[in-house]
């Protein structure tokens, strides 16, 4: 095709989670052509150098990584028509420093550039439906390395976009070794150092925050979300207003999963966990909830996802696990309950409640704090590491099972 402007899908500039339209790649560096450089954000929010995030290190992208060019600059760097790659491409721009990790991949990457991408729907001018993604690439990753320890990534993208590719360094490198012009159809550029550069990024403090002022549908998730759970289940379980599972296997009440964390780092106390699990037997048996107590590396992984999303109320210590909150439905009842050392505190999981439509609730011993749309903790705090991540957390079972019983009894709307 000739060689055309490049605009931002919707004319919306998101730091590290920028889609554009007719976006250009020639010897590994992207170009955006156009007349009105200034509708452009820097490029330090769009990407960054390839290379790990340090605190020493300047990150801002050079000429090497990216440029805008003119109409004019054009016809010299890119010649008069360009190779066209159709669809729409999330160009994943993460080394495997922070990629290599279940939250990080699906609890950011993912569920930012979701949110995003999702939000072009709602603005004029936007043909909808919006397409799926065709290919997902990572110019910085060599082989498998994006892979998590656990195993779930590769799986939950192949259950989420069975069509679609994932693509590595590797290809970059064909792009420029043929010496041609190509052209993205559409593209995001995902990019951690530039998300980094948001201001609201000093509120929570993950690379997900730039994304949490751009106005999504509420459902953004639901049909992502679906689709994993059927493709890697089997089926979909049906749950009612209050969270009693209706399709087979049937519950008699809403369910409510504990993630134990006694087998690794960061766990409870064994006489806090024992009580725990007492408290919640006590809801139980008063039929206000069926209850799972889960150790999530003893279930294969499709038994975990199955699981997960006949559940309303997931309660666990601050960890990895508390990342399947991702694919437990959302409803009026939905919610997450969080333990952490007394008086810390980190967003991780609770800007995913945020997101998929929960309500979290961080339990510190024998208190528990919420927070309203709108509102939030202030900062992160982790106190002394050796506490937070150590095998001597305390909880007080009843505090927990309290929240637990009002959000499965208090009239909901």
């Not at 590595?168 to 951690?192: G, H, K, P, S, Y």
Request: a neutral charge; hydrophobic letters at 40%.
């Amino acid at each position: 095709m000739p060689i055309e402007e490049t605009t931002l899908a919707g004319g919306m500039a998101v730091p590290g989670f920028n889609v554009f339209d007719r976006l250009y790649v020639w010897n590994g560096t992207i170009y955006a052509v156009t007349s009105d450089p200034k509708a452009f954000p820097e490029l330090r929010m769009v990407l960054s150098r390839p290379g790990d995030v340090k605190s020493d290190h300047n990150m801002d992208p050079t000429p090497s990584e990216m440029q805008i060019i003119s109409p004019a600059e054009a016809k010299l760097f890119l010649g008069e028509s360009a190779v066209v790659i159709e669809g729409m491409s999330f160009i994943l721009w993460d080394t495997n420093q922070f990629m290599a990790h279940y939250y990080h991949w699906w609890g950011e990457l993912i569920l930012g550039a979701m949110r995003v991408y999702s939000s072009l729907s709602l603005l004029p001018g936007i043909k909808t439906p919006l397409a799926q993604p065709q290919r997902f690439i990572l110019p910085n990753i060599n082989g498998s390395t994006w892979r998590d320890r656990a195993g779930v990534d590769g799986p939950l993208m192949r259950a989420g976009w069975p069509f679609a590719s994932i693509e590595q360094q590797d290809f970059w490198r064909d792009l420029a070794r043929l010496n041609q012009t190509f052209v993205f159809e559409r593209a995001m550029i995902v990019c951690r150092p530039a998300a980094h550069k948001s201001p609201l990024a000093t509120l929570w403090y993950k690379m997900i925050s730039s994304s949490m002022n751009v106005t999504a549908p509420p459902d953004f998730w639901q049909p992502l979300q679906r689709r994993v759970i059927r493709n890697a289940v089997g089926y979909l379980p049906e749950l009612d207003e209050n969270g009693k599972v209706l399709s087979e296997p049937r519950s008699k009440a809403p369910v409510v999963t504990y993630i134990s964390r006694q087998g690794g780092v960061r766990r409870l106390t064994s006489e806090a966990h024992e009580g725990l699990v007492d408290a919640l037997r006590g809801l139980e048996s008063e039929g206000l909830c069926e209850l799972n107590v889960v150790a999530m590396e003893n279930l294969t992984f499709s038994a975990q996802l199955e699981m997960v999303a006949r559940t309303t109320v997931m309660v666990g210590v601050h960890g990895n696990g508390l990342t399947h909150q991702l694919w437990m439905p959302s409803s009026p009842r939905s919610t997450v309950v969080e333990i952490f050392f007394p008086k810390s505190y980190l967003h991780d999981y609770e800007i995913l409640a945020r997101n998929i439509g929960h309500k979290h609730y961080a339990i510190w011993n024998d208190s528990s704090v919420t927070y309203p749309p709108g509102k939030w903790f202030k900062g992160v705090e982790q106190g002394d590491r050796t506490n937070f991540n150590g095998y001597a957390i305390p909880v007080h079972g009843p505090t927990v099972a309290e929240v637990v019983r009002d959000r499965l009894t208090t009239f909901t709307p």
